[in-house]
C-alpha cells in the first residue's frame, strides 16, 4: 500500500505539475490572445491611417496638378502679356517716329510760310512805298495844278 501511496503522491504531485503548466500555458496564451488582439487593433489603426494617408497623397496630387494648371494658365496669361506689351512698345516707337517726322514737316513748311510772309510783306511794303510817292506826287501834282490854274483865273481876272 506504502507504494500505492507512493504512486498517489507521485500521481498528485505529477497532476499538480501539469496544472501548473496549463496555468502557465493557459496564462501565455491569453497573453498571445492578448497581443494577437493588440496587433490587430494596430494593424487595423495602420491600415486607417495609411488609407487616411493616400487620400490626403490623392488630394495633394489633386491640389498640385491644379496649382500646374493654374501655373501653365499664368505663363501662357504673362507671355501673351509679353508679345502684347513688345507689340505695343512698338506702335509706341512707329507713332514717335512718324510723330517727329510730322513736327519736322509742320516746321518745315512754317518757315516757308514764314519766309513766304517776309517775302509778301516785304513786297506788299514795297508797293504801299510806291503807291504813296506815286499819291504825293499826284497830291504834288494836284496841289501845282491848282496853283497854275488859281494863278491863270487869278491872272485872267487881274491883268497885269
Same mark, same amino acid.
Given at each position: 500500500?506504502?507504494?500505492?501511496?507512493?504512486?498517489?503522491?507521485?500521481?498528485?504531485?505529477?497532476?499538480?505539475?501539469?496544472?501548473?503548466?496549463?496555468?502557465?500555458?493557459?496564462?501565455?496564451?491569453?497573453?498571445?490572445?492578448?497581443?494577437?488582439?493588440?496587433?490587430?487593433?494596430?494593424?487595423?489603426?495602420?491600415?486607417?491611417?495609411?488609407? %487616411? /494617408?493616400?487620400?490626403?497623397?490623392?488630394?495633394?496630387? !489633386?491640389?498640385?496638378?491644379?496649382?500646374? *494648371? =493654374?501655373?501653365? @494658365?499664368? #505663363?501662357?496669361?504673362?507671355?501673351?502679356?509679353?508679345?502684347?506689351?513688345?507689340?505695343?512698345?512698338?506702335?509706341?516707337?512707329?507713332?514717335?517716329?512718324?510723330?517727329?517726322?510730322?513736327?519736322? %514737316? /509742320?516746321?518745315?513748311?512754317?518757315?516757308?510760310?514764314? !519766309?513766304?510772309?517776309?517775302?509778301?510783306? *516785304? =513786297?506788299?511794303? @514795297?508797293? #504801299?512805298?510806291?503807291?504813296?510817292?506815286?499819291?504825293?506826287?499826284?497830291?504834288?501834282?494836284?496841289?501845282?495844278?491848282?496853283?497854275?490854274?488859281?494863278?491863270?483865273?487869278?491872272?485872267?481876272?487881274?491883268?497885269?
Amino acid at each position: 500500500m506504502e507504494e500505492y501511496l507512493h504512486y498517489m503522491r507521485t500521481l498528485r504531485a505529477q497532476m499538480n505539475d501539469v496544472e501548473d503548466q496549463a496555468a502557465k500555458i493557459s496564462f501565455e496564451e491569453q497573453m498571445q490572445i492578448t497581443t494577437i488582439h493588440s496587433l490587430e487593433k494596430d494593424t487595423s489603426s495602420a491600415k486607417a491611417e495609411t488609407k %487616411k /494617408i493616400m487620400d490626403e497623397i490623392d488630394q495633394m496630387v !489633386k491640389a498640385r496638378g491644379h496649382i500646374c *494648371s =493654374k501655373f501653365l @494658365e499664368n #505663363q501662357k496669361r504673362v507671355a501673351s502679356l509679353e508679345s502684347d506689351a513688345c507689340t505695343l512698345s512698338q506702335t509706341l516707337e512707329l507713332i514717335q517716329q512718324k510723330r517727329s517726322n510730322l513736327s519736322a %514737316k /509742320i516746321l518745315e513748311k512754317s518757315t516757308y510760310y514764314s !519766309k513766304i510772309l517776309e517775302d509778301m510783306t *516785304s =513786297k506788299l511794303q @514795297e508797293q #504801299q512805298d510806291c503807291l504813296d510817292n506815286k499819291l504825293q506826287n499826284k497830291v504834288t501834282e494836284a496841289t501845282n495844278m491848282e496853283i497854275d490854274l488859281i494863278e491863270d483865273i487869278s491872272g485872267r481876272d487881274h491883268p497885269v
